[in-house]
């Protein structure tokens, strides 16, 4: 990998690239194609329109294997920053001036999985990288960015827990840890959806029954794993017939569908035109 800099942002350009081991509490985003990280008991595929949050510590891998070049842009934390941060918003000022650096209520164990791009952080994280090529001598304007973003994850913490809730366990324990794997079942169907995944091996991912994972992933995300497998196939094929002139029986093989012909009518169900008569339009 070629790097265009170094800690704490990592901005860098590679086709291939293998890379494992841990590091600091980290956002990780890539334009231009996917990476493919192992963290935990998660796989994760992270490519335009979403990031991946890692805690510090984690132990992982990243593998890029593409054609052209995928664009890696990451942030990586100083350790304890988050947790500070995190202090100054909810201790009162009384606290806050008795013992300023006091560091209770202690770690914060952010959930790991891809996120879509939100309000909180991808704006930020667009004007740090449009920015940091002429501010990399600038400590006090490196250091108001990543606490900026500290914040912000503090936001998407907080919406992650609201979001638990709509799992009906009575402990917020059960919830917390029943909505980590299923989100990793999630992550695993977005990650390998190309290829014939089973419902078994989606909840052998996430450690769980197929049944309750089905039920769960219903309650969570408010459709089946199927209907989300479909609607994420028809979106790529939609994208390459759209980007590419690849013959429509490739495309509909290469996303993960096993019948042209049930391609085609899904495809037309769903966008209100066959891949034929898209293809003529574009």
């Given amino acids: 990998m070629t790097p265009l800099n170094?800690?704490?942002i990592l901005h860098a350009s590679s086709s291939n690239y293998f890379w494992k081991g841990n590091g600091a509490l980290s956002i990780k985003t890539f334009?231009?194609?996917?990476a493919f990280y192992e963290a935990g008991h998660g796989h994760f595929a992270v490519g335009e329109g979403s990031y991946?949050?890692?805690n510090r510590g984690q132990e992982y891998s990243i593998t890029i294997e593409a054609e052209t070049p995928v664009?890696?842009?990451c942030i990586f934390f100083p350790d304890q920053l988050a947790e500070e941060v995190y202090r100054s918003l909810i201790a009162s000022e009384e606290k806050l001036l008795?013992?300023?650096l006091s560091l209770n209520p202690g770690p914060i164990d952010f959930v790991e999985k891809t996120y879509c791009n939100d309000e909180w952080l991808?704006?930020?994280?667009l004007k740090i990288k449009a920015e940091y090529g002429n501010r990399l001598e600038d400590g006090v304007w490196l250091d108001e960015q990543l606490r900026d973003l500290a914040q912000r994850l503090v936001q998407v913490h907080r919406q992650v827990h609201r979001e638990m809730l709509k799992l009906p366990s009575r402990k917020a324990s059960t919830r917390e840890e029943l909505f980590r794997r299923v989100s990793i079942g999630h992550d695993y169907m977005a990650a390998?959806?190309?290829k014939p995944i089973t419902l078994e091996e989606v909840a052998g991912a996430a450690c769980l029954s197929p049944n309750h994972f089905l039920r769960s992933y219903k309650q969570l995300f408010g459709q089946s794993p199927h209907q989300y497998l479909t609607e994420l196939r028809l979106q790529e094929a939609k994208r390459l017939l759209l980007r590419t002139d690849t013959s429509i029986t490739d495309i509909c093989l290469s996303v993960g569908f096993q019948s042209p012909s049930s391609f085609s009518g899904l495809f037309s169900k769903r966008f209100g035109?066959?891949?034929?008569?898209f293809c003529q339009k574009k």
């Fill in 6 to 8: 170094f800690l704490p």
């Fill in 31 to 34: 334009r231009n194609g996917r």
């Fill in 52 to 54: 991946l949050l890692l």
């Fill in 71 to 73: 664009e890696s842009f």
């Fill in 98 to 100: 008795d013992d300023p």
């Fill in 122 to 125: 991808a704006p930020a994280l």
């Fill in 192 to 194: 390998y959806y190309a």
């Fill in 273 to 277: 035109a066959s891949p034929s008569r």
